[in-house]
């Protein structure tokens, strides 16, 4: 059964940067396209960046520039670099295969961008 480990979240200053991980169960990567999902308080889940089987990457307009997807198969793990900080980029993050496992969804990691 894939299980994914977010990590790496905190409160961070507009315009600051942090670096999210994930960590997969297995060695997915190469069979699944995965994913970055948040979810803000009082609003639904949404998918933020995708990176598929083969390496390509794309993001939602709203992070395009700010946030850089990357993975590292030998060690089965995702992570998600983001820049420029925004008080809109707050939301618990979570990261998933594409389209997601709904078993597989893990705590989640919180990010909160405030002065």
């Known amino acids: 059964q894939v299980q994914f480990v977010e990590s790496g979240g905190g409160l961070v200053q507009p315009g600051g940067s942090l670096r999210l991980s994930c960590g997969a169960s297995?060695?997915?990567?190469?069979?699944?396209?995965m994913g970055w999902y948040r979810q803000a308080p009082g609003k639904q889940r949404e998918l933020v960046a995708v990176?598929?089987?083969?390496?390509?990457?794309n993001y939602v307009n709203f992070v395009k520039g700010r946030f850089t997807m990357s993975r590292d198969s030998a060690k089965n793990t995702l992570y998600l670099q983001m820049n420029s900080l925004k008080p809109e980029d707050t939301a618990v993050y979570y990261c998933?295969?594409?389209?997601?496992?709904?078993?597989?969804w893990g705590q989640g990691t919180q990010v909160t961008v405030s002065s």
């Open positions: 998933n295969t594409v389209p997601e496992i709904s078993s597989a």
């Open positions: 297995g060695s997915i990567f190469s069979i699944y396209a």
């Open positions: 990176i598929s089987s083969g390496g390509s990457v």
